[in-house]
């Protein structure tokens, strides 16, 4: 059985767009690369995105407010499967 999906290459890796749930274990792929340029918010990278943040807010004071404490003294709740 033969199956398409779209995505994006880059940097070596293949960013499918949507989901792949029924692709299980290893699978032979043959990969198509189109001569066409991806969407500018696709081609960036979000760990230079993240980078870029944490420079950003170097300077930021902390506030005790922004932190509140946890209430451990409310009753915890059992989740069963």
């Known amino acids: 059985m033969?199956?398409?999906?779209?995505?994006?290459?880059?940097?070596?890796?293949?960013?499918p767009l949507g989901s792949l749930a029924g692709v299980r274990g290893r699978r032979r792929v043959?990969?198509?690369?189109l001569d066409e340029p991806?969407?500018?918010?696709?081609?960036?990278?979000?760990?230079?995105?993240?980078?870029?943040?944490?420079?950003d807010s170097g300077d930021e004071k902390l506030r005790m407010?922004?932190?509140?404490?946890?209430?451990?003294?409310r009753e915890h709740l059992e989740v069963r499967p």
């Open 65 to 73: 407010e922004d932190f509140p404490r946890a209430n451990f003294t």
């Open 30 to 33: 043959i990969i198509t690369v």
């Open 2 to 15: 033969l199956q398409a999906y779209e995505g994006y290459l880059d940097k070596g890796r293949v960013y």
């Open 38 to 55: 991806t969407p500018e918010e696709s081609t960036t990278d979000w760990a230079d995105e993240l980078q870029k943040m944490v420079m």
